[in-house]
């Protein structure tokens, strides 16, 4: 059984930085693609940024050029580096594993961003 945990959410200001972990316990971390999506009160769901088990990695244009996706197969870990964050950036944050054809979700880790 897949289990996603975040870490590494919490309150920054405008401008500021922080890095969300996502540790996977179970197997098929390595040939899985990981994502990170976010929910901001009100609004659906979307995807952030997202990698391969290649190490390929995609972002939503909102977040192109501030936010970094990376992943370490040797601790089942996925990171989210999110530098120049904006106020839109606040948000629940939610670690995602596509494994064959079953996607796992973890719990979520509130980041909010304060002017």
């Known amino acids: 059984q897949v289990q996603l945990v975040e870490s590494g959410g919490g309150l920054v200001q405008a401008g500021g930085s922080l890095r969300l972990s996502c540790a996977a316990s179970g197997s098929g971390f390595s040939i899985s693609f990981m994502a990170w999506y976010r929910q901001a009160p009100g609004k659906q769901r979307e995807l952030v940024a997202g990698?391969?088990?290649?190490?390929?990695?995609n972002y939503a244009n909102s977040v192109k050029g501030r936010f970094t996706i990376s992943r370490d197969n040797a601790k089942n870990t996925v990171y989210l580096q999110m530098t120049s964050l904006k106020l839109e950036d606040t948000a629940v944050y939610y670690c995602?594993?596509?494994?064959?054809?079953?996607?796992?979700w973890g719990q979520g880790t509130q980041v909010t961003v304060s002017s």
């Open positions: 995602n594993m596509q494994k064959v054809l079953t996607a796992y």
């Open positions: 990698i391969t088990r290649q190490g390929s990695t």
